[in-house]
C-alpha cells in the first residue's frame, strides 16, 4: 500500500532545497508526498536577493480541511519553520492527521556549521526542543544537535565514541530515533549516525569536498523513502548517505555553480529501480 506524507517546509523554487528533492525524493521511492508550505522562497537564503511570502495564515485552515476531508498520513515531515505559530501547526498535524501508527519526523533546522541561523531566536529554539519531544524521529545534524543538549554549537563529535554518546544523549532526552548528520571524524570522511529500540550504527563516505545547499533536505527525504519501503533505520542512513555522496560526485563533474545545488535529478532512477539494496539490506555505491 502506498505511504502519504505530509511534507510541512518551505518552498525554495531555485536552488533545490526544502520541498522541491523532498516531492521528488519522496516520489520516486513510491511514495505520496502531500506539500504544506511554510513559505515560499523566490530562491534558497544562501542566494542574494531572494524574496519570501510567508504561509503561516494558509496553514490552519489546510489542516481542517484534511481533517474534515478525513485524510490521514503515515508520515508528518516538518523541516524549516519561520515562526513559534509554525510549530503549533506542525503539533497540530501530529495531533489530527497522522495515523494511529505513524510517524512524526522532524528536521530541527536551527543550524549549521556552528552557528545558529540568523532566523531563529532563543525563543525559537526552545520550542523546537518542545517539538522533538513529540516526534517518533529526529535528525539534527551536528549543530542542531548541540542546541538540543544545550551544548555549545560550536563542538561536535572528535571520535565514533564521542558520536555513540550524542546519540545516546539525543535518544535518552527526547525518546525518538535519532539520525545525527555531518559526523566528519575520521579524516576524508563524512556520515550520519541513527540509533532506535532495534538497532543503530554508524555510516560514513568517501568526503567529496564541495559543499552544497540542500543536501540535508537530500538526505532525509532518501532515508525516510527507504524507511517507509521496509529496511531498518540504519540501512535507511546508510542508502541515504550512498546517493547523496553519488548526487554531489555527479554534480562536481558537471562543474556547475555550487549555489544552484545538486543535481539529484538524473540519478532519481536508482530510487525508483532498486540499485541501491542489495538481499543482505546493504546499499552498493556507483560512484567510488
Not at 494511529?100 to 549549521?112: N, R
Not at 524521529?137 to 542546541?147: C, G, H, K, Q, S
Not at 544545550?150 to 525518546?175: F, I
Not at 535529478?265 to 556507483?286: A, M, N, Q, V
Request: net charge negative; hydrophobic share 40%.
Amino acid at each position: 500500500m502506498q505511504k502519504r506524507v505530509l511534507a510541512l517546509h518551505d518552498l525554495s523554487g531555485f536552488g533545490r532545497s526544502s520541498l522541491v528533492p523532498i516531492i521528488a525524493v519522496l516520489s520516486a521511492a513510491g511514495h505520496q508526498c502531500v506539500p504544506l508550505p511554510t513559505a515560499v522562497f523566490s530562491t534558497h537564503t544562501a542566494i542574494p536577493g531572494w524574496v519570501t511570502t510567508d504561509l503561516t495564515g494558509a496553514m490552519p485552515g489546510t489542516i481542517d480541511q484534511y481533517d474534515a476531508l478525513g485524510l490521514r498520513f503515515e508520515v508528518i515531515y516538518a523541516g524549516f519553520l519561520g515562526s513559534a505559530d509554525q510549530i503549533d501547526c506542525v503539533r497540530e498535524a501530529a495531533n489530527r492527521l497522522k495515523t494511529a501508527d505513524g510517524l512524526t519526523l522532524i528536521d530541527p533546522v536551527m543550524g549549521d556549521n556552528g552557528k545558529v541561523y540568523d532566523t531563529y531566536t532563543a525563543e525559537m529554539c526552545t520550542r523546537m526542543r518542545e517539538l522533538c519531544a513529540i516526534a517518533d524521529i529526529i535528525t539534527p545534524n551536528t549543530t542542531e544537535a548541540a542546541i538540543l543538549l544545550d551544548r555549545d554549537p560550536r563542538t561536535k563529535p572528535q571520535s565514533a565514541e564521542e558520536a555513540w554518546e550524542w546519540l545516546r544523549a539525543l535518544r535518552a532526552h527526547y525518546g525518538a530515533q535519532v539520525v545525527l548528520t555531518g559526523l566528519d571524524f575520521e579524516q576524508g570522511k563524512v556520515g550520519s549516525g541513527c540509533l532506535s529500540v532495534q538497532d543503530g550504527a554508524l555510516s560514513l563516505h568517501r568526503r567529496i569536498d564541495r559543499y552544497y545547499p540542500g543536501t540535508g533536505d537530500l538526505f532525509a527525504s532518501a532515508m525516510l523513502g527507504a524507511l517507509l519501503n521496509g529496511v531498518s533505520l540504519a540501512a535507511a542512513c546508510e542508502q541515504a548517505g550512498e546517493y547523496v555522496k553519488d548526487c554531489i560526485a555527479y554534480t562536481m563533474a558537471q562543474q556547475t555553480d555550487p549555489m544552484h545545488g545538486v543535481q539529484f535529478e538524473k540519478l532519481l532512477y536508482r530510487l525508483i529501480d532498486g540499485s541501491y539494496r542489495r538481499g543482505d539490506g546493504k546499499t552498493k555505491s556507483t560512484v567510488d
